[in-house]
């Protein structure tokens, strides 16, 4: 069986990097032998790197188009630092009482949909703007927690070795309680997708298989760059940094420390047996330079028995890098597959250039549409809300028409917006639709579904 790893080869320079190589032997340790000691030097040095705070990774996301994942990193960023996002804490009591955090972007108007995103190993909420966008954009509100050990869980006055960090096994766990908790937060009706990308990925695909207790409005899963099982990228890590140890060993020890400090075992996190068990519509992505997590893909793909499933394969793409060359094309595979999850009834699509998004407002005067369509018996709806929100509050204006109200909606499905030429614009808006379509059940009244859209511009700077 290919082993398949957990990190990409410059995640580990980072960590070799940072810790210099070292090991720690207690003192009490000398009276062991020269072999028994290197077994415990290198099960110490995996076990700090995978399951406790030590490091910290913070390194932008590289591609074609990092610099505008760069503004999407500062765009998320600002929102928290502006007080937009709201925090939401959970309190756990397995392996031992804790509390974790979590925060929540909501759309401008009310939406019954909700995307969960889950940060990659040794990262946190702050650095996941990109993803973040790819849900907003599409009229989610987002939800972002912090893993245990990671970003806002980490307590300043305890050292970092000391805090532990478990790799999914219990972080899955507390992705069925954090979508209770947006249930009482926003409506107890949300459709909740999971996204993650590298650990992210993986503690949301275990999420999703404890049969029983993942909540029914759990809709869809998307899955970028995550391993397959635990136990075996822990391996192969401990052959790649640690090739004159005996790996079984080292594997067996850390396996122990994992049972000491967190009452859990390498077992207890995803394994490649439990994938079959799937039933969620599944989104595998997977960038064609992270060849070491090809099999894991591979793997996960053809095994997770859920359906829908679907694959996207970006071209050049490293490790958790996909999102980066091509930000519409990631987004739109996404919606695709919400589509045959049916989280989506109604589409709003504007008329301006969908792949460019942050590039200038087009300046035709006076109009800009939208196209709604509708799932199959649907009523198109006969209106529509917008709303123009200056997303930096830096004082975008107009010189004429309207930045919020109702228009109306054609036969043919297009809603015309008047929105004019600028007096005075510098920096980003976004424009918010929102329409009601009826939906006929059989029975009864029609169900009422409400869709958001938004697309979002950046104004010329003078």
């Known amino acids: ?170 972080d899955s766990r507390d992705l069925i309680s954090w979508i209770d908790k947006i249930k009482e937060i926003t409506s107890t009706d949300q459709e909740i997708v999971l996204h993650g990308y590298s650990l992210g990925a993986s503690t949301s695909l275990q999420a999703t298989l404890y049969t029983g207790l993942l909540p029914n409005n759990a809709l869809a899963i998307v899955e970028d760059c995550g391993y397959a099982d635990l136990g075996a990228s822990i391996l192969y890590e401990i052959k790649q940094n640690h090739p004159d140890v005996d790996a079984l060993s080292v594997f067996a020890q850390v396996d122990t420390m994992l049972y000491e400090r967190q009452a859990a075992r390498m077992a207890d996190g995803l394994s490649m047996s439990d994938l079959k068990d799937g039933m969620l519509p599944l989104l595998v992505i997977h960038g064609t330079n992270d060849a070491g997590l090809a099999s894991s893909t591979d793997i996960i793909y053809k095994t997770y028995g859920g359906s829908p499933k679907d694959r996207l394969e970006v071209q050049g793409a490293g490790h958790a890098e996909s999102i980066a060359y091509g930000f519409y094309t990631y987004r739109e595979q996404i919606r695709h597959l919400l589509g045959q999850a049916k989280v989506m009834p109604c589409e709003l699509v504007f008329d301006a250039d969908p792949s460019k998004e942050l590039e200038p407002f087009p300046q035709f005067p006076g109009r800009l549409s939208a196209k709604v369509t509708v799932g199959r018996g649907d009523t198109l709806p006969t209106s529509m809300t917008f709303k123009i929100v200056d997303d930096d509050k830096t004082g975008v204006s107009f010189s004429g028409g309207r930045t919020e109200g109702t228009v109306r909606i054609s036969p043919t499905g297009i809603a015309t917006l008047p929105i004019l030429s600028f007096t005075k614009a510098t920096g980003r808006f976004s424009i918010v639709a929102s329409v009601v379509i009826l939906r006929q059940l059989g029975f009864g009244q029609p169900l009422q579904i409400v869709v958001n859209e938004i697309c979002m511009f950046s104004t010329p700077t003078s």
């Open 1 to 170: 069986m290919q082993l398949i790893r957990a990190l990409t080869v410059r995640e580990r320079k980072t960590v070799t990097i940072k810790r210099g190589g070292r090991m720690r032997t207690k003192e009490t340790d000398k009276s062991l032998e020269p072999a028994d000691r290197d077994v415990l030097d290198a099960a110490t040095d995996i076990y700090d790197t995978f399951f406790t705070a030590e490091t910290t990774y913070n390194e932008p996301v590289q591609g074609s188009e990092g610099q505008k994942m760069a503004a999407y990193v500062d765009w998320y960023r600002n929102l928290e630092d502006s007080g937009a996002l709201t925090k939401i804490s959970h309190s756990y009591i397995d392996p031992k009482p804790g509390t974790a955090n979590g925060f929540l972007l909501k759309q401008p108007l009310p939406s019954k949909r909700t995307a969960i995103v889950v940060h990659g190993a040794w990262s946190h909420h702050r650095n996941v703007g990109p993803w973040v966008m790819a849900f907003y954009n599409m009229g989610f509100n987002v939800f972002t927690p912090d893993l245990r050990g990671h970003g806002s869980n980490i307590i300043p006055e305890v050292p970092l070795t000391q805090q532990d960090r478990n790799m999914g096994i219990y």
